[in-house]
């Protein structure tokens, strides 16, 4: 899929799809998070299930990881 594209007043705003990221050792998702943030993707990290599924409850994603 593409990037979300949400109007605003006479705007077009492209919002970039949101990662979720979950471990329970950040050195792990660190490294992955950077990299996804700098090819221009909205990450997300959740340090294990309950956290994935609060951040889930407050916004969509695109994928999980």
Do not use: N
């Not at 593409?2 to 705007?11: C, D, E, F, L, T």
């Not at 660190?30 to 993707?41: C, D, Q, R, V």
């Not at 990290?45 to 309950?50: Q, Y």
Request: charged share 15%; hydrophobic share 50%; aromatic share 4%.
């Amino acid at each position: 899929g593409s990037p979300r594209v949400v109007i605003i007043g006479a705007g077009i705003v492209v919002t970039p799809h949101v990662v979720l990221l979950v471990d329970d050792q950040e050195f792990v998702i660190a490294p992955i998070a950077h990299a996804l943030k700098s090819a221009g993707y909205d990450v997300q990290m959740a340090p294990d299930g309950l956290g994935a599924l609060d951040i889930l409850s407050r916004q969509p994603v695109s994928v999980v990881v």
